[in-house]
């Protein structure tokens, strides 16, 4: 039974986090941390966990958990994780994005080239059951040879475009983004926030990958509306092969194979408790074997997020940027700085 903690017990995410635990076999939750002692409380009681402190280094030290759930800002990111390196934990899974601009995200990389302890980053749709069933339908060639990808979510770059980009990787597996051609717009989202997720309102871009696959992502008030739900639920992935199609949003779900097209609906909240507690599942096996590597692993967040990193380069010199991309200084003024002229 593998020792499990959280970091950051503030909203629905750390609350998802903890009840997928009734649906995870080997591992259980025994403690948690934050630097606010009422909601230490609050959270330790209602999930029935003793183990609470708010400094999470101590926690480190006394709990010695095989896995840290870190629902925190992303500024602290590497923080966490080099807390974690010195202090021998196993694995961390962290909430996305993984980082904020190029400072932090070279950083992290610099890390993760020596770093021993096991990251993967909370994607937890990836696992979601009926996404899996499409990841894997499109995997076995039901729709032949892979053609374009589109991808988008209701809200910013920072808060979901990872999980678009994420799941673009998830249905074109092995493949490598080369270029990227990008356009920004709107700097609300731009503003000093306490949860520091900074990105234009807006987001359209084009991707190239090494196997000849093309991508189009839309992020924010341009993106389509799929659903009558919040703006947080308007997530979709359409993958249109030589013979078919598959079509996920997080209401329902479409498939077509030489005409023959099928559909139906699920439930959000069903299906993400089970995809958290798979994802979980998930860090157990890589934990057990350094062969089992997970699919949402630090490497493939870090190339996901020089994809964004490149699209802010892009909309600011108005070209097509090759990939990787090396990030100019301080992208996010530079963005604060041209949007907020231009609105």
Known sequence: MYKCAIIGVSGRRAHGLAEAYQ??????????????????????????????????????????????????????????????????????????????????????KKFAETARVKIAINHQLHFHPRRMYLQNFVREGKIGQIRFVEAS????????????????GAFNPGATPTGVFGQVSGA?????????????????????????????????????????????THKRVAVYGTTGFVHWTMQAWETSTNG?????????????????????????????????????????????FNLILGIYVSALNHAVIELPVHPQANLIAALRQRLQRTT
């Open 188 to 232: 609300r989202g731009l503003q000093e926030t306490p949860g520091q997720h900074y990105a234009p309102d807006q987001c359209l871009a084009s991707i190239s990958y090494d196997n000849g696959v093309s991508a189009l992502l839309r992020c924010g008030d341009n993106a389509p509306r799929v659903g009558a739900g919040p703006i947080n």
């Open 23 to 108: 649906h995870i076999k080997r591992g259980q939750l025994v403690a948690v941390s934050t630097r606010q002692g009422n909601k230490l409380a609050e959270f330790g009681d209602k999930f029935q966990v003793k183990a609470r402190y708010t400094d999470y280094r101590e926690m480190f030290e006394k709990e010695k958990p095989d896995l840290v759930h870190v629902n925190t800002p992303p500024t602290v990111r590497l923080e966490i994780f080099e807390a974690a390196e010195a202090a021998g934990l196993p694995a961390v899974l962290v909430e996305k994005p993984l980082a904020v601009q190029g400072e932090d995200y070279l950083a992290i």
């Open 260 to 304: 023959h097209i099928e559909s139906g609906t699920h439930r959000y909240a069903e299906e993400d408790i089970l995809g958290q507690a798979a994802m979980t599942e998930t860090m157990f096996d890589w934990l057990a074997d350094d062969k089992a590597v997970h699919p949402l692993n630090l490497q493939a967040a870090l190339t996901d």
């Open 153 to 168: 979510a209701g809200m910013n770059l920072a808060y979901q475009g990872t999980h678009s980009l994420q799941a673009i």
